[in-house]
């Protein structure tokens, strides 16, 4: 069974980190781009950063450029998310997802997603 779990998430005050982490069992990562999104109470879920399946091309949103860095580890079957100066408006529910055949941020075009990790920024 396809599956995809993230960790790492809590609470954390502005300006600090926290490091995701994405899981995959059931299938071998390294053939999917990796994507990271979040969706914060009444907004839509939208893209953070992605990951190309050779790791060569990364991708970032606007909002979180300079901030976050996404990489992965393909023989532990692992993707994660650093998140550095961390903003109120950086809390989500932060997922990660697999596509196939498809690289970039929209979410629509992503075959496989986890439960999601809750990041709460708050003094």
């Known amino acids: 069974q396809l599956q995809l779990v993230e960790s790492g998430g809590g609470l954390v005050q502005p300006g600090g980190s926290l490091r995701l982490s994405c899981a995959a069992s059931?299938?071998?990562?390294?053939?999917?781009?990796i994507g990271w999104f979040r969706q914060a109470p009444g907004k839509e879920r939208e893209g953070v950063s992605c990951?190309?399946?050779?790791?060569?091309?990364?991708t970032y949103a606007d909002s979180v450029k300079g901030r976050f860095s996404i990489s992965r580890d393909d023989a532990q079957n692992m993707v994660y998310l650093q998140m550095n100066n961390l903003k109120p408006e950086d809390a989500a529910v932060y997922y990660c997802?697999?596509?196939?055949?498809?690289?970039?941020?929209?979410?629509?075009?992503?075959?496989?997603w986890g439960q999601g990790t809750q990041v709460t920024v708050s003094s």
């Open positions: 997802a697999g596509a196939w055949t498809y690289y970039g941020l929209d979410p629509r075009q992503y075959d496989y």
């Open positions: 059931g299938f071998t990562m390294a053939h999917f781009a």
């Open positions: 990951i190309s399946t050779s790791g060569d091309t990364t």
